[in-house]
């Protein structure tokens, strides 16, 4: 059995303190449009009313409804275990059945990150926010798509940012849009000049000042003409720098001087000359790490860290998936829930860059197809690796609560019965289980309770 707190395909998604309010089920797909708006927030202790059990189902009393035929009246459960406690989802006798990341299960332990499908509809679990959100001009922007938490957080800081005029980093793995992030921020920051991009490790190293801060005719050999280079190219606009852990510690000091000083001077030349320039910076390195070893200027990371937002990997966002599909394909193409389930619970280790190529190569697959009124992009169109984790989940359904007649792990077991405070009543309810079955499990792995005040 899978150790239900195996965190390793989890390790890199980190909850920051503003999303430390629990857990939500987010519809993020469904054949039902008004579901689409839905939210179910797995908290205890939002509806003392109500109990720790909340359902879902296509009745209309359901804590959450989904109006579509392959959804029964009172399809799932969660039952919660308290405020940030366990959320155990549990199949209410439907007919259609549920399944968490590709498998078929009757009850398990959700998580940030599962993909939950019930009928035809698809459900994400995500931390949950105190604003769930983006209001106004913030939720139609074209710049972004941003569903999940996370990425909404991003987003907002984003264009809390973009207004001001101090230096801007971003930080995030490869692939997750940092140079979009920052052609938005420029796009909201006021600022008449152009953006401009750079990558700063695809210049080669003995180019690096030159190209960056510009060269007299003659500075070096091959120097046929001037060049203004890349801070002067953005003049009065906003120069990003992608990989900026790439600098050598001699590129660094001069643009350490462009950002104090507002002024650049171009190799083989004498004179400075002044520019007004936002710098914004991105990479996927620890800077403070880097700092640490000797690699990069720690004055420097000070002056590009003066705004820091985070970017996160696609897998710590998994409700952006269906929005970022849409703006890969046409507006003629549509994904059947399995196809689009498969994206969705992928690992996707090159982020929204992976997404993009294996969606587009599945829309050529789709398209020659015969012709028809529009075209549905299916399984059988996905890459095989993709594909092949409808049922066959790469993720090994961590969580999954044992079967009617499984056993779990001793070290499952020690982790319950920590998580409920010895108590064998709720240890029971948790596996349903009557206690002496928890007793004998208890027995067989060596483990004693701490006690068991719950009724008899």
């Known amino acids: 059995m899978t150790d239900p707190r195996d965190t390793t395909s989890q390790s890199d998604l980190r909850i920051p303190e503003y999303a430390r309010e629990g857990l939500v089920l987010r519809v993020v797909a469904s054949p039902d449009a008004r579901a689409l708006t839905q939210v179910l927030r797995l908290n205890a202790s939002e509806r003392p009313g109500k109990g720790t059990e909340k359902d879902i189902g296509r009745d209309e009393h359901c804590d959450l409804t989904l109006h ?3 959804v029964s009246r009172r399809h799932a459960l969660v039952q919660i275990a308290g405020p940030g406690g366990l959320a155990r989802l549990t199949d209410a006798g439907s007919k259609n059945g549920l399944r968490v990341n590709g498998n078929p299960t009757q009850a398990y332990v959700l998580r940030s990150g599962d993909v939950v499908r019930i009928g035809d509809s698809i459900l994400v679990v995500d931390v949950a926010d105190g604003d769930d959100v983006l209001s106004g001009e913030q939720a139609t922007q074209p710049d972004f798509v941003a569903v999940g938490t996370l990425s909404r957080a ?8 973009a207004p001001t005029d101090l230096s801007v980093l971003f ?6 849009g940092k140079e979009v992030y920052s052609a938005a921020l420029h796009h909201h920051s006021g600022r008449r000049g152009p953006f401009h991009a750079v990558n700063c490790g695809a210049i080669p190293r003995e180019l690096v000042e030159a190209s960056l801060f510009g060269h007299r005719k003659g500075a070096f050999t091959g120097a046929v003409a001037a060049h203004d280079g890349h801070v002067r190219s953005a003049q009065g606009g906003t120069l990003f720098l992608d990989e900026v852990a790439e600098l050598s510690l001699a590129a660094q000091v001069a643009l350490l001087r462009v950002i104090e000083a507002r002024e650049v001077t171009p190799v083989g030349s004498t004179r400075s000359e002044p520019v007004d320039v936002r710098i914004v910076a991105a990479t996927h390195q620890d800077l403070r790490a880097a700092v640490a070893a000797g690699s990069f200027r720690d004055d420097l990371y000070a002056r590009l860290a003066e705004w820091t937002i985070a970017i996160p990997a696609l897998e710590a966002r998994r409700a952006d998936i269906p929005p970022l599909v849409s703006t890969f394909v046409g507006p003629d193409v549509t994904l059947h829930p399995d196809a689009l389930e498969a994206l969705l619970i992928a690992p996707w280790p090159h982020n929204v860059r992976g997404l993009r190529a294996a969606v587009r190569q ?3 697959r789709a398209r020659s197809t015969p012709a028809s009124a529009s075209t549905e992009i299916r399984l059988a169109h996905l890459p095989p690796a993709i594909a092949d984790l409808i049922g066959k989940s790469l993720r090994t359904a961590p969580g999954a609560a044992p079967g009617p007649f499984a056993r ?3 070290e499952e077991l020690k982790a ?3 998580h409920y405070g010895g108590r064998i009543h709720l240890v029971a309810q948790h596996f349903g289980k009557d206690r002496r079955q ?3 499990w208890l027995e067989y792995a060596g483990l004693s309770p701490k006690g068991d005040d719950g009724p008899p």
């Open 68 to 70: 579509e035929g392959r």
């Open 171 to 176: 930080q995030g793995p490869s692939g997750t």
């Open 408 to 410: 779990p792990s001793p």
């Open 362 to 364: 599945a829309d050529v």
């Open 438 to 440: 928890i007793y004998r």
């Open 416 to 418: 319950t019965l920590s």
């Open 154 to 161: 991003a987003v907002r800081e984003t264009l809390r940012a």
